[in-house]
């Protein structure tokens, strides 16, 4: 299955559609909207990741929860683990998907299954740490997410240079900004794309949250 929609499958994927749940190439689309907002409730103490993801009207619309919790001390310390979890849910406690952040020596990858293990895709972690390429669940490249030399913008774009959104780390508040490593984000979309890249975008926030500015 291509991430990639046909010009007529385009003409017909509104960006301001509400979240419908309804499905396209296999994948429900809960995510569709023209602008999410991801959100780190604020923490002092490590441990556990977790995002929250809005709509424009602030309405709870998925909750991404790291699976396996890690002692304050060694959260503190930096210690990772190479492999990290993370279930994504709605408020309701549904399943969406899961993402799964594995880190070697050579490659980096977040891959994403549905709620009954079939592939999504891959997001792929450049060595820059602000480039992440999208691959569709054949491996195929279906985007860029390319970034600002602050890693606070990032333009997401097709694999023929389609513009498909905007993403940016905004400001979580003073309290947040000075007391915690909890961060904010906006994804803007800015053209029509089919639900699992429209996905894989909405979890590059995390991704390079988790890359840059963890652990927690």
């Excluded at 979240?19 to 994948?27: D, E, M």
């Excluded at 952040?101 to 895709?121: H, V």
């Excluded at 905004?170 to 029509?192: I, M, N, Q, R």
Aim: with cysteine; aromatic share 6%.
């Amino acid at each position: 299955m291509s991430g990639r929609l046909s010009p007529e499958a385009r003409a017909a994927f509104p960006l301001n559609s509400p979240c419908s749940g309804r499905r396209l190439g296999g994948v429900a689309d809960h995510f569709a909207f023209r602008e999410l907002r991801i959100r780190q409730p604020g923490k002092v103490l490590p441990g556990r990741a977790r995002y929250e993801i809005f709509d424009p009207d602030k309405h709870l619309l998925a909750v991404a929860t790291e699976t396996e919790s890690r002692g304050v001390l060694r959260s503190m310390i930096g210690l990772v683990p190479g492999t990290r979890v993370l279930a994504v849910q709605t408020p309701g406690g549904e399943p969406i998907l899961t993402l799964v952040r594995q880190d070697s020596e050579n490659n980096w990858l977040a891959a994403l299954t549905d709620p009954d293990g079939k592939p999504i895709g891959k997001i792929r972690i450049e060595f820059s740490r602000r480039h992440y390429t999208l691959l569709d669940d054949q491996g195929q490249v279906a985007g860029q997410a390319a970034g600002d030399l602050g890693a606070t913008q990032f333009s997401v774009t097709g694999a023929e240079g389609e513009r498909y959104a905007q993403i940016r780390k905004t400001w979580a508040g003073l309290g947040k900004e000075l007391l915690t490593s909890s961060d904010h984000y906006t994804v803007t979309f800015t053209g029509p794309v089919s639900p699992s890249v429209r996905t894989m975008i909405v979890m590059v926030p995390i991704v390079l949250d988790m890359t840059r500015h963890g652990p927690y």
